[in-house]
């Protein structure tokens, strides 16, 4: 053929920048199902089952279009990877090129260009029109800068995209109205929460959950809430969903977290339940949250039609602005910003280590099996339905592992293999460099680390637990604020000189060295027996 296009699992627009200039009657189309994308870091059985379902609508639209496809189904091919199976369809239809959308990840990247060598294929690797900041405008808009900052990308893409402006000026007269946001549920917790859109399993979804379970079944996770769009139709309905429903009450309830008494980890979804019990379960891990991340990421959904649905809601409908504010904030600031980082401090970033830490990732993020209940909850969410939103992971599974010291590596593996969102251009930067600081702040101004006391104002998870957030030391102590102290103490000084964490540094001074004797020796048993917890 003249060109041979490569559609990746993440890419499913039919704007596809690989598909520009595509003639049916000299191109052709590859998708590839390869066993080791689901294996190379252990992936959760619903992120593997929202990729091939994903993967398999859309192929079924580019046929129904007469775009001629060769799309290789898992366990009806024999190529373990993705690359295995490119350089065989190479071999057998011998394009003159190679034509694929710029990947999410470093390492298809680097197999990409590999293979064109390796084959003496010419390989065109568009840029991706997803984003709306490309990654070359990225570099540019961070020279040389050694650290980045989101809010001010983030004005600047109000402005370049004239979003939420009004006459030059940001609409409201502020750029952040998180004043009004970030509250918690108080002690009454969340009124009148709205339900989850449904999605409905259809032949093509119900061959995929068969499969995955078959050809995985030692993964973590389950299929048995499987919630998420597999279609660009189903995306716009959880828009709609979001907006109508939920964007209003989005930035109040942005960082609350809630257990009911129905939620998971207590009840018994993950071996099998009723239908009745596991609609109860729903509603508690969503809370007023998009769940839009994964069907942006495969890119069903376009950023602007989002931003563009939200701004419309303020203007048309007059939903609060803090609210609307807070949620295009997450888009066209934290996810473009986030993307740009990713490319332009890669390949370090993958093998950045700032602490130096290396303790192993505790055997119960893969069961949520821990006392500790926070951990239990958010981790058996995780299992039971792939999300968490995005305080759960920074501020209950991600400070864990900051403050226990746990190598970013198997952090970061674990992150990338749980969640339905998960890609690493994503979860990389999330994990290594807001979660766990292990590049040195590149675009933070400090870790962000705290004691039990934040999950405690944030969520109810510490009235069902056997530790005691206002407890440093002893039996009873919670294990974030002891690490929390003993974190404190080990980086003492650097706190000190930074003026965002020299409270924080003034605190723990006041501790007497009894105290600090007492905290350094729990903090001491805490971290040789995480596992235990
Ligand atoms: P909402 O709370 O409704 O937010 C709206 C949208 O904003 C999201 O759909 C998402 O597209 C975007 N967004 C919000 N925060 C971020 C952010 N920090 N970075 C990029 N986009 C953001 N998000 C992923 O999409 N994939 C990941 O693999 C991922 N890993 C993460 C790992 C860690 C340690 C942390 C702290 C965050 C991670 N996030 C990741 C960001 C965020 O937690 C999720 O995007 C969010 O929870 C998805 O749920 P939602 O769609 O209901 O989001
Ligand atoms: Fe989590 Fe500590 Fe609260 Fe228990 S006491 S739920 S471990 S913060």
Redesign the pocket.
Known sequence: CRHLILILGDQLNHDNPALDGFDAAQDHILMVEAPAEATLVWSHKARIALFLSAMRHFAVQLEAAGLPLTYLKLGAHAYPSLSAAWRAQVLQLQPQKLIVCEPGEYRVLQALEQLAVEMGCALAVRDDTHFMCSRADFKRWAGSNKSLRMEFFYRWMRKRHDVLMEAGEPAGGAWNFDADNRQSFGKRGPQQLPSAPAVAVDAITHDVLADVAFHFPEHPGSLAHFVWPVTRAQALAFLDD?IQHKLGQ?GPH?DAMWQSSHGPGQSKSMLGETPGESQQAQATP?LW??????S??LKLLD?REVIAAAEQAYRQQRLPLASVEG?IR??LG??E???GVYWLDMPGMASANHYQHQRALPVWYWTGDTHMNCLRQTIGQTLEYG????IQ??MV??LFGLLAEIDPRQVEAW??AV?V???EW??L???AG??LYANGGRFTSKPYVASGAYIKRMSNYCTGCRYKPELRSGPEACPYTTLYWHFLAKHHDTFAANPRTALMAKNFERLDADERMRIAAHADKVLNGLDAL
């Open positions: 979001f989005f942005q969503f949250h998009s769940l839009l991340s994964s942006l990421n950023p949620f997450q888009v934290w996810r910003f986030i993307r999300y968490a939103h995005h992971r920074l599974t991600g992150y990338l969640y969102d998960a890609v994503v979860e930067p999330n994990t807001m979660a």
